[in-house]
Structures are given as structure tokens and as C-alpha cells.
């Protein structure tokens, strides 16, 4: 029996010392297991890392060509609905200066249409007029000529009484 704080026999000490350097062997194989695990996990991780940072990038890329295509698509169409309003633009211009055209034409029309009918008026106004004349200078005619006759059927007339006159006398 050994007394509480009496040395150690020298058999008691190799004991001791043996069984803390078991307990560190132990403790070592424990810890290189660990080590080895954390070491496995950490190639695991930095594989994850890798592989993770790795699809960023092809996801960045993705998204880089994404973006220029859209933006690309988004130009193109925009020149596209320029190039339409400019076209429409120019048939709005075109339209309004055929209607504008088509406006002169008619005023224009309606004008001569205008000139035609006052001339065709005024040729009516002469042409009655000259009717009247006509018609006053026809009845002068007309009494001239009755006149005439009426004086050469009374000298006829007068000269028969005249003649039969004569015969009886």
C-alpha cells in the first residue's frame, strides 16, 4: 500500500509514465484521425468552393451572354421601330400632300367650274340680248314689209278703180 504523497518506486514511476504516455498515444491517434477527417472535409469544402465559384462563373458568363444577346435584340428591334416610324412618318407626309394636292385640284376645279358657268351665263345674257334685238329688228322688218305692201295694194288697188274708171268712161 502506497502512502499518499510517499515517492514512487521506480517499477511505479515506468508504470505511470507508460500509461500517460498511452493516454497521449491515444490522444494523438485520435487527433491525426481528426486532423485526417478535418483535412478530408477541408478537400471536400475546397472542392465544393471550387466547383461552387466554378458554376458562379459559368453562371456569370450565362448571364453576361444572356444580357448581350437581350441587349442586342433590344438595339436591333429599337432601330427597327425607328426605321417603322420613319416610315410611317414619311406615308403620313406623303398622305397629307396627296390630300393637300388633291385639295388644290378641287379648288381649282371648282373654279373653272365657276369661270365656265359665269362665261356660259354671260354668252346667255348676249345671246338674249341679241335675240331681243333680233326679234325688235324682225318686227321692224315686218312692219316695213306690211307697210310696203299695204301702200302697193292700195296703189293697186287705186289704179284698178282708176282703170275701171277709164273702161266706163
Not at 461552387?52 to 435584340?73: G, P, S
Amino acid at each position: 500500500s502506497v502512502e499518499e504523497g510517499a515517492p514512487l518506486s521506480a517499477g511505479e514511476e515506468a508504470k505511470l509514465y507508460q500509461a500517460a504516455c498511452q493516454s497521449l498515444q491515444l490522444e494523438l491517434a485520435d487527433r491525426t484521425e481528426a486532423m485526417g477527417q478535418m483535412r478530408e472535409d477541408k478537400v471536400a469544402l475546397e472542392a465544393k468552393v471550387c466547383k461552387l465559384q466554378h458554376d458562379f462563373e459559368e453562371e456569370h458568363k450565362a448571364a453576361f451572354e444572356i444580357t448581350r444577346d437581350m441587349t442586342r435584340q433590344y438595339k436591333g428591334m429599337q432601330e427597327q421601330l425607328v426605321d417603322r416610324i420613319a416610315q410611317l412618318s414619311r406615308t403620313v407626309q406623303e398622305l397629307q400632300d396627296k390630300l393637300e394636292e388633291a385639295e388644290q385640284s378641287l379648288d381649282r376645279t371648282v373654279r373653272d367650274k365657276d369661270r365656265v358657268i359665269s362665261m356660259k351665263d354671260d354668252e346667255i345674257q348676249q345671246m338674249k340680248a341679241r335675240m331681243e334685238d333680233m326679234a325688235q329688228e324682225f318686227g321692224g322688218m315686218l312692219k316695213e314689209t306690211l307697210d310696203k305692201m299695204r301702200q302697193r295694194i292700195e296703189i293697186s288697188s287705186h289704179s284698178i278703180d282708176m282703170e275701171g274708171f277709164h273702161h266706163h268712161a
